[in-house]
């Protein structure tokens, strides 16, 4: 007994929880929204044995006004229904003005569940074959509705319901039960979504414009393009991904340009390396002081080849990767550099 509370405990919450998330989701159907539908009417009651089932159709709009909230939509509308007696080409015409109220409750962006009641003014015809004959009466209703409210796209909603009248006629309750589908329109979502679908192709110019400039080296336009993109939609797929790299060149940048302040260049090019490719005064400097330092390689390949010779192969190691910072494609570093670091590994794999 007490594990069928804790698992019902858990479902109720896990049902809040993402009636929650779902509730801060944009509202639709602010506004006035139209509503047209068309189904099946079948008598029940004292009257079913007495007409066959019918059509109905239905014109009304309603109102979303959200009380703490929860949703709550206010409706008018009219309605016509038509049934055929059983015995005989007998039929009976309706048309009903109501008027009332619903509210809804969102599980899922394609569930939401609504209730509600209706004041009916019921007029009624009743065409009989035999006398040719119409009677007419005037008489008040109500119905209750259920059924499930599904925003499609650009306006457009789908509607189910069932609802069930009561009224009377002839001294007798008369309560059909009518299932219905149809359409909803909202002019202000239809807005909204081609809005959004204008929104959504200015990210993508603004995204492929950025990533343009990045290639190019544009990097300051670049980055700018991304912030606006960002700004517009946190979420947008690699935005954050590339505002992480600016942030990451743009530290490069000034790890780069503080040494070359300290006049330590050596220490700035592999820094300099990282943001050559986005940043042109990186690439600029990258070529810049390479080009000065070069007038130090041959004293460089010297110290490198003696420490090997002398068996100092950690700092030949250190000396050919410098010399490989400033000339990448140097011969006697791509030489040495393998073999001091294949003696150093296997002197250090004898000290262990």
Not at 139 to 162: A, D, Q, R
Not at 172 to 187: D, Q, V, Y
Request: aromatic share 14%; hydrophobic share 35%.
């Amino acid at each position: 007994m007490k594990h069928n509370r804790l698992t019902l405990s858990i479902i109720v919450l896990l049902l809040f929880f993402k009636v929650h998330a779902y509730s801060n989701e944009y509202s639709r159907y602010r506004g006035i929204t139209y509503l047209v539908t068309g189904g099946i009417s079948i008598p029940t009651g004292y009257y079913n044995n007495y007409f066959n089932p019918g059509g109905e159709a239905n014109f009304s709009a309603f109102y979303q006004h959200n009380i703490f909230s929860i949703p709550l939509y206010y409706k008018g509308g009219l309605s016509y229904s038509q049934y055929r007696l059983k015995t005989n080409d007998s039929s009976l015409h309706q048309a009903s003005l109501q008027a009332g109220a619903f509210t809804s409750y969102k599980l899922h962006p394609l569930i939401e569940p609504f209730f509600g009641a209706d004041i009916m003014g019921v007029f009624s015809r009743l065409n009989t074959e035999n006398t040719n004959k119409s009677e007419n009466a005037y008489k008040p209703g109500i119905s209750f509705n259920i059924g499930n409210m599904t925003y499609l796209n650009n306006g457009l909603g789908l509607f189910l319901i069932m609802e069930y009248k009561i009224t009377e006629i002839s001294g007798e309750i008369f309560s059909p039960l009518s299932i219905k589908a149809g359409l909803t329109f909202n002019n202000n979502d239809s807005i909204r979504d081609m809005n959004k679908e204008s929104e959504t192709e200015i990210k993508f110019q603004l995204f492929q414009q950025a990533q343009h400039n990045f290639r190019n080296k544009n990097f300051d336009e670049a980055k700018k393009l991304f912030n606006q993109v960002y700004a517009m939609d946190n979420q947008y797929p690699g935005i954050n991904y590339n505002l992480r790299r600016i942030k990451e060149i743009e530290a490069d940048k000034a790890e780069a340009d503080n040494y070359i302040k300290q006049k330590n260049y050596i220490q700035a090019i592999p820094h300099l390396q990282f943001c050559a490719p986005y940043i042109k005064d990186c690439e600029t400097d990258l070529a810049k002081y390479r080009k000065e330092l070069l007038a130090n390689i041959t004293t460089l390949e010297r110290n490198g080849i003696r420490q090997y010779e002398t068996g100092k192969y950690r700092d030949c190691i250190n000396t050919m990767e410098k010399i490989l910072l400033i000339d990448p494609g140097n011969r006697t570093a791509a030489v040495y550099l393998p073999r001091a670091l294949k003696r150093q590994k296997a002197i250090e794999a004898l000290q262990r």
